[in-house]
């Protein structure tokens, strides 16, 4: 694997995130304005439990797949079977214990929710071997037909059925014709299909670091959905909705550029695993990429987060903004902590990251629990404290195993908070200058805030300015 290939990996993976995230941010506002705060809370206490079952069918073993050097056919298809009879079982508990989950969040509409959309854990329990044999095979192009053609066809379906009037059946609906479509269109795009062949002795194998690693993304994943969780018991679906719909905004970017580097970034490192001096080199080529990206965006969502609710959610939604706002923090340093994560992974060392995860995210989830009994925004800003100290802890094994602590990515990553807080500054007094929120307002700022931004990186003949450039010229020769 080259450099050539890398790059044009991470090319594809970046257009078919920016493709698919872009068209469901745009269906989100479109359903945002249809739809109403409590029927995004009733699919967001669903989810929940949804999305941990899924770590079982589609994590862990799906790394073990891309991490492991002469992963086979044998391989592939055992994996498959695996994740096929575990997700039957895991819908089975759904099934089964939808009354009592609806009994928790006191809201009996959920148990034919749950069963419906539990659907999709049999759908992505196949999705999830595919998926791996496209990250294997740096076959990414593939990836991008498949998921923006699920990403149209079920955004069709999903405004048709909110114009309906069917309230939260619409993203029902959504979420389970994504699942399918994409499915369906990798199964006719890839080369890989489940053969009848199973080997125990494989599992064993493959289960040595893959469990480890479902172990480690389920605590993960449990952390996570702990503030849906626990915000969903406690307050009114209405409050889940804001806390999410804040969210949304930030994550937009962090799939699109986080996700996209991770995907490639995770089976390229896992190719020079032995070498401690590419892996380190790559390491901190993809952390500052990654900052240099999304230190001014959270800066400029967190500066714009008033108008931006008010211009594309509407006023009904303006209790997201200090949401959104305290969000744009913890994820403007999620690339710090993610790309420290991928490089644990890559090295193979499975033990090493089930112990940091597991300690992260134990703390992580007590934090919650307390924070949860005082407020909505005790959790919310408890989850800006909480990912520093992540930070730290994520850092350590790296400055042991790679030599580059906590110091030296603090040193590469300063120059960018320093050029993005110059631009939150202009950006705030620009839009002093209107008197009030509009979509004109808002262009206004952003053009500034780009311009402001990229202007002291050339000034200061920041080399990621130049990395950026020879990806999108390399994008537009390959055109």
Same mark, same amino acid.
């Given at each position: 694997?080259?450099?050539?290939?890398?790059?044009?990996?991470?090319?594809?993976?970046?257009?078919?995130?920016?493709?698919?995230?872009?068209?469901? %941010?745009?269906? /989100? =506002?479109? !359903?945002?304005? @249809? &739809?109403?705060?409590?029927? #995004?809370?009733?699919?967001?206490? +669903?989810?929940?439990?949804?999305?941990?079952?899924?770590?079982?069918?589609?994590?862990?073993?799906?790394?073990?797949?891309?991490?492991?050097?002469?992963?086979?056919?044998?391989?592939?298809?055992?994996? %498959?079977?695996? /994740? =096929?009879? !575990?997700?039957? @079982? &895991?819908?089975?508990?759904? #099934?089964?214990?939808?009354?009592? +989950?609806?009994?928790?969040?006191?809201?009996?509409?959920?148990?034919?929710?749950?069963?419906?959309?539990?659907?999709?854990?049999?759908?992505?329990?196949?999705?999830?071997?595919?998926?791996?044999?496209?990250?294997?095979?740096?076959?990414?192009?593939?990836?991008?037909?498949?998921?923006?053609?699920?990403?149209?066809?079920?955004? +069709?379906?999903?405004?048709?059925?909110?114009?309906?009037?069917?309230?939260?059946?619409?993203?029902?609906?959504?979420?389970?014709?994504?699942?399918?479509?994409?499915?369906?269109?990798?199964?006719?795009?890839?080369?890989?299909?489940?053969?009848?062949?199973?080997?125990?002795?494989?599992?064993?194998?493959?289960?040595?670091?893959?469990?480890?690693?479902?172990?480690?993304?389920?605590?993960?994943?449990?952390?996570?959905?702990?503030?849906?969780?626990?915000?969903?018991?406690?307050?009114?679906?209405?409050?889940?909705?804001?806390?999410?719909?804040?969210?949304?905004?930030?994550?937009?970017?962090?799939?699109?550029?986080?996700?996209?580097?991770?995907?490639?970034?995770?089976?390229?490192?896992?190719?020079?695993?032995?070498?401690?001096?590419?892996?380190?080199?790559?390491?901190?080529?993809?952390?500052?990429?990654?900052?240099?990206?999304?230190?001014?965006?959270?800066?400029?969502?967190?500066?714009?987060?008033?108008?931006?609710?008010?211009?594309?959610?509407?006023?009904?939604?303006?209790?997201?903004?200090?949401?959104?706002?305290?969000?744009?923090?913890?994820?403007?340093?999620?690339?710090?902590?993610?790309?420290?994560?991928?490089?644990?992974?890559?090295?193979?060392?499975?033990?090493?990251?089930?112990?940091?995860?597991?300690?992260?995210?134990?703390?992580?989830?007590?934090?919650?629990?307390?924070?949860?009994?005082?407020?909505?925004?005790?959790?919310?800003?408890?989850?800006?404290?909480?990912?520093?100290?992540?930070?730290?802890?994520?850092?350590?094994?790296?400055?042991?195993?790679?030599?580059?602590?906590?110091?030296?990515?603090?040193?590469?990553?300063?120059?960018?908070?320093?050029?993005?807080?110059?631009?939150?500054?202009?950006?705030?007094?620009?839009?002093?200058?209107?008197?009030?929120?509009?979509?004109?307002?808002?262009?206004?700022?952003?053009?500034?805030?780009?311009?402001?931004?990229?202007?002291?990186?050339?000034?200061?003949?920041?080399?990621?300015?130049?990395?950026?450039?020879?990806?999108?010229?390399?994008?537009?020769?390959?055109?």
């Amino acid at each position: 694997m080259n450099g050539k290939t890398i790059m044009e990996s991470i090319l594809w993976k970046f257009a078919e995130r920016l493709c698919t995230q872009g068209v469901s %941010f745009i269906v /989100s =506002i479109i !359903l945002a304005r @249809m &739809l109403l705060p409590e029927d #995004y809370g009733i699919i967001s206490m +669903i989810l929940v439990f949804i999305n941990i079952a899924e770590v079982f069918v589609s994590s862990g073993f799906n790394a073990a797949l891309i991490q492991k050097n002469d992963a086979d056919d044998v391989d592939f298809s055992t994996i %498959f079977y695996c /994740s =096929i009879l !575990l997700s039957l @079982m &895991l819908y089975g508990l759904l #099934y089964v214990f939808a009354p009592y +989950i609806a009994d928790f969040y006191g809201q009996a509409e959920l148990i034919r929710v749950l069963r419906v959309l539990g659907i999709r854990l049999l759908v992505n329990a196949y999705n999830s071997i595919q998926s791996a044999y496209v990250s294997r095979h740096m076959q990414f192009r593939k990836f991008f037909f498949s998921t923006s053609i699920g990403t149209m066809l079920s955004a +069709i379906a999903g405004i048709f059925l909110a114009y309906r009037g069917a309230g939260y059946w619409a993203l029902v609906t959504q979420y389970l014709c994504n699942a399918v479509v994409n499915t369906v269109v990798l199964s006719i795009t890839i080369n890989w299909h489940p053969k009848l062949v199973f080997s125990k002795s494989r599992v064993k194998v493959l289960i040595s670091f893959g469990g480890r690693v479902m172990v480690a993304d389920f605590i993960g994943t449990l952390y996570n959905e702990m503030r849906a969780l626990v915000i969903g018991r406690y307050y009114s679906s209405a409050d889940l909705a804001y806390y999410n719909k804040a969210e949304q905004f930030p994550k937009l970017f962090a799939d699109n550029i986080l996700n996209t580097v991770s995907a490639v970034l995770f089976p390229a490192l896992s190719n020079f695993s032995e070498s401690k001096d590419r892996v380190r080199e790559m390491t901190r080529t993809a952390i500052r990429s990654t900052c240099f990206l999304m230190f001014p965006l959270m800066t400029g969502l967190c500066v714009l987060a008033n108008p931006l609710i008010r211009v594309v959610l509407t006023d009904k939604w303006i209790p997201s903004v200090p949401f959104l706002q305290l969000a744009c923090i913890s994820y403007a340093i999620l690339p710090l902590n993610n790309t420290n994560v991928q490089a644990i992974k890559a090295m193979g060392k499975g033990a090493t990251y089930l112990r940091i995860e597991m300690l992260k995210k134990i703390l992580g989830i007590l934090v919650i629990i307390v924070s949860a009994q005082i407020s909505v925004m005790a959790v919310a800003i408890s989850a800006v404290s909480i990912a520093f100290i992540y930070l730290v802890i994520n850092v350590i094994p790296n400055g042991r195993l790679l030599g580059y602590g906590l110091r030296d990515q603090l040193v590469d990553v300063i120059p960018f908070a320093i050029y993005s807080l110059i631009m939150g500054i202009a950006v705030y007094f620009v839009g002093m200058m209107f008197s009030d929120s509009s979509i004109v307002s808002l262009l206004v700022q952003i053009v500034v805030g780009v311009l402001v931004y990229f202007g002291m990186a050339v000034v200061t003949r920041n080399k990621e300015v130049v990395f950026f450039w020879k990806l999108f010229n390399s994008m537009i020769l390959k055109r």
